[in-house]
């Protein structure tokens, strides 16, 4: 019988550059490609280091304050914060202020916005009027409206005037009038913010969409929440959640109106940091402070995102 041959044909040649085993070279990128790279990172290295060092370091001391104690890591700072008879007053004042304030503020600028975009006469005499909260500061929009609701303030000498009794708006025993108070200066103070983001949210949507849905018949409602809305998604989504946050830091139109009457959470922090003395329980109130806006935000970005785009 014939022996079959057991040679096997000899291996293919190996491609010019190859390595060892078979694998080969990594691509390498050319020499210009590696020098912009490099001079890229040479320019946004000062940005790196000066907003680590602005944001990075801050927030990393004190995440290690709050859990820092005399005998190291603990959690005692947290106890102490929720035996604290004014902390679960002051969650409940904050949310609430924020559920009753976000909704009003929006429809507020809103209705303020979309009377802009209609350019009546004075159109922008009315937006400069509108944008000056901006440039008042909390403490000040409070000493503003402090002088209102004073028990000798504007309001009650009008009440005066058309024969009523005046009403001690701020007294501690008055609930209702005094988080009416504090809501009423708030939205006067932040409802600009939003305001201006929606107008400028505004100016990027072309006016033939809706034109084109009135020649179908759309009526101003149909229009606005067919049309306008879901195009102004965008600016309200980055609005809700700067609103949001900023509502979460709200404490010194309350200060200036209340005291500790009202208080609300980033108020208790800086009672806990200059009036008792103690930055670790401090430090956990702005933990918390911190970790509900982060919350909040991917909250926010999940629901009022696009479904095309989720899909």
Known sequence: MARTSSTSPPPAAAPPGARPGGRRPTAERPPRQRRRTSAAMLL??????FMT???????VTGILQAFGGPEGLTGDNFARMAA???????????????VVMIPLQFVL??????????????????????AIPLAVSDLAAGLVWLVVFTDRGYLNSLLANLGL??????????????????LVAEVWRATSLVFVIVVAGLQSIPKDYEEA???FGAGFWRRLWTVTLPLLRPSLQTALILRTILAFQTFAVALALTGQNFPLIVGETYRWYTGLQDANVASALALVVMV???????????????????S
Not at 84 to 98: E, G
Not at 112 to 126: N, T
Not at 292 to 310: P, W
């Open 44 to 49: 946004i290295a000062p940005s790196i280091v």
């Open 53 to 59: 060092l602005l944001f990075g370091w801050p927030m």
């Open 84 to 98: 604290d008879p004014y902390f679960w007053p002051a969650v409940r004042n904050t949310l609430l202020l924020i």
């Open 109 to 130: 600028a809103l209705a303020m916005a979309l009377l802009i975009r209609a350019k009546p006469k004075f159109s922008s005499v009315y937006f400069y009027i509108w």
């Open 165 to 182: 009794e005046p009403v001690s708006w701020l007294a501690y025993d008055n609930y209702p009038s005094m988080f009416m108070a504090v």
């Open 213 to 215: 849905a009135g020649v």
């Open 292 to 310: 509900v806006s982060m919350i909040t935000a991917v909250g926010y970005l999940r629901l009022l995102r696009d479904q095309t785009e989720a």
